[in-house]
Structures are given as C-alpha cells and as structure tokens.
C-alpha cells in the first residue's frame, strides 16, 4: 500500500522538538500535511511548529503540544488535544518517534536511569499505539511509523559499551511493529505499520536524554550527577583508552560530555533531515521496515548472514569469505 502524496493528511508526531522528529514535521508540513507534534519539551516543540508553518503551503496547519508519552495521561491528552486543534475525527499519520537513550549497563547504572528508558522507549510507543490507532483505523488509509532502532536487532555498540535499556525497548517497539502486521491484515487492511530502524544520525539526542532524566546541561552538573552518569569504572576505562587524562579534573568530564553530544551530531553519516527523508520515502513506497543509513545496513546484513557471531565484534565485522573465481586454480 503506497501512499502517493502527504498533501491535505494529517500526521501525529512524537519527539517532534528535535532530530529526526522535528525534520520530519518540517518536510510533512512543506508537503503540504498538517501536523500535531509533541514533546516533553514544551519550547522545542513549539519551535519545530513555528519553523514548519514557515514553510508550509497555505491550509496546512501545525500545532505543537506538550506530552511525556511515558506517562498514559498524557498521550492521551496529546490526542484530545489533536483531536480538538485539528477538529478532526481520524489522523492518517501516526510517527511514534520520541525516544532517548541511557541505562547502557542492567549492573551498574541505576534501575531509576534503566527504568526512564525503557518507560519512553517502549511503553511510550505502546500508549500511542493505544491512544492512536482507532483514528488511524477511523482514516481511510493509515499508517503508524514506529521508531526502533539498530538497536532494535543488535543489541549492542561494541566492545565494552552495553546498550541494555535501550536495546529491551527498541526490540520490543520492532516485535510489535512486525506482530501488527497480521493483526492489522486480518482486522484493518487499510491500516498499515511500519518500523524504522536508523543507524548513527546526527542528532542532540545525547544532550537531550540526559534532560529527559531530569539531569541538567552538562555544564551545569554536580559532581554526584557526573558521577553517576559516568561511574568510576568507567572513568577508569576512558582513562585506559586515552580519552580521558588521569585525575582529570570534573570539569573535563563536563567539557567532555558536552563534545560527545556535538560530536555525535556534527559527525555521523546522516543528518537528521536526510533521515527524516528516507523515512518519508520509505512510508511512501509502502515499505514495512525502512533502515536509515549504510550503517544500518551493514549490521543488518551482517547480523542476517552470522547470528552466531552477533557479539564476537571481530568475526561479525570480518570481510565475508571471497568465493573463490570461476576457474581460479585450487590453492
Ligand atoms: N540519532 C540516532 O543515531 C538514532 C539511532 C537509532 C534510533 N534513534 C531513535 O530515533 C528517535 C528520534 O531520535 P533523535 O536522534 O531524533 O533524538 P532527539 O533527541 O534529537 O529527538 C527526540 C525528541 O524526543 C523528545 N523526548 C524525549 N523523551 C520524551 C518523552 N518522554 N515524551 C515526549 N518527547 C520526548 C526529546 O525532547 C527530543 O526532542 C528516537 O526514538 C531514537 O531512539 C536515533
């Protein structure tokens, strides 16, 4: 079921104050699609709606709202609200895109730091799933655009760097995403799901985690916050991979984090406005799983073609065997 134009629909998005969000209510809106978008970020989103209409073809109306989709009160307050600024009884286009990071180790970061994650990561999704999908049903043609994650089949970054939260959530958000296909086949055929999976996109979602953990700019963290953001075995391990000086005072650790975040953004393959562009083709095409970036790729195939080497990093990443040239002589 491909969509043949966005213009005259209308789009719900989640996290739409930054990154991937933000771009993609900015491209729907300049499409000529009206969008309500949300985030925990009141100022944020706001800004998003105000740059959107800039952009927008006459008609096209924005509205942003301010909603944590880890608390079910408010999604569904997100949607009422929708509901009434858009005086409208159905949304074609539902972009579960809210998400942050954080709880990378199940053994030493907090459970309260685990449990944030996973809460917006995945119950956040299945809220808006709740709350939305009887007016993407109640639409002619809908589409719920769920945001796993490379994450969401590999769950992990590499040597040394769990992903433990993140990854339970993202896995759950792609198990769902594929489990309502057939449900959606056999109970509303002209609703359809699809699941995004980025690799590295350039985006603040760094800086923008630690705020949706209640933590302030990097600049302005105690050394209780630095330290339990960055506990001292793994300052130890920066300090062994030359990343981090020894006895380096709290305020390298603060500058640090700070680079990390812009390096993060200003240093990854994809921008988020090309992300927000594939995600939107491959919403186009009908596509049901639409991985953004070579890098997504990459794992995918290498995680399909060696499951068993999934997290022996070497093995996974090793050049796949050359078959040896149709008449090459035998060694
Ligand atoms: N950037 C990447 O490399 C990358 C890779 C894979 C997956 N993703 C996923 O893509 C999605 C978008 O990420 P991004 O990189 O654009 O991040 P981002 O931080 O730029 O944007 C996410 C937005 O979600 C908002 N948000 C956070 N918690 C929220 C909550 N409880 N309720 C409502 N809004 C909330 C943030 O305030 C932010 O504005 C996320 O689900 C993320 O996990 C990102």
Not at 81 to 104: K, W, Y
Not at 199 to 206: A, K, L, R, S
Not at 211 to 229: F, I, K, T, V
Request: charged fraction near 20%.
């Amino acid at each position: 079921m491909a969509v043949d134009s966005f213009t005259g629909k209308l789009a719900a998005i989640t996290g739409g104050g930054s990154g991937m969000g933000r771009e993609l209510a900015r491209q729907l809106a300049a499409q000529g699609c009206s969008v309500a978008a949300c985030d925990l970020n009141a100022d944020a989103v706001a800004d998003t709606a105000a740059a959107a209409r800039a952009g927008a073809p006459p008609g096209v109306r924005v509205t942003s709202h301010t909603c944590d989709v880890s608390d079910e009160a408010q999604v569904l307050r997100f949607r009422d609200e929708l509901l009434t600024g858009h005086a409208t009884d159905h949304v074609d286009l539902v972009f579960s895109n809210a998400g942050i990071g954080g709880g990378s180790s199940f053994i030493t970061d907090s459970r309260q730091e685990w449990e944030r994650t996973f809460a917006i990561d995945w119950w956040g999704v299945y809220y808006c799933a709740r709350a939305f999908l009887p007016l993407l049903i109640a639409s002619s043609d809908g589409v719920l655009v769920n945001t796993s994650s490379v994450n969401g089949f590999w769950a992990s970054l590499g040597p040394g760097v769990p992903q433990t939260a993140y990854s339970t959530a993202k896995f759950a958000v792609k198990g769902f995403s594929e489990a309502l296909i057939e449900d959606l086949r056999a109970h509303a055929p002209h609703v359809r799901v699809a699941v995004v999976m980025p690799g590295h996109v350039g985006t603040d979602i760094i800086a923008n985690s630690f705020r949706a953990r209640g933590l302030p700019e990097p600049e302005h963290m105690s050394d209780a916050q630095l330290e339990e953001l960055i506990p001292r075995d793994t300052q130890a391990e920066l300090i062994r991979a030359g990343l981090l000086a020894q006895d380096a005072p709290a305020d390298e650790l603060r500058q640090m984090l700070v680079r990390a975040n812009a390096d993060f953004r200003d240093k990854a393959p994809v921008s988020a406005a090309e992300a927000a562009t594939i995600i939107l083709d491959g919403v186009r095409s009908g596509a049901w799983r639409i991985l953004v970036g070579e890098d997504a790729k990459m794992i995918d195939a290498a995680v399909r073609a060696k499951p068993e080497a999934s997290y022996d990093y070497a093995e996974l990443f090793s050049a796949p065997a050359e078959e040896p040239a149709a008449g090459a002589p035998e060694e």
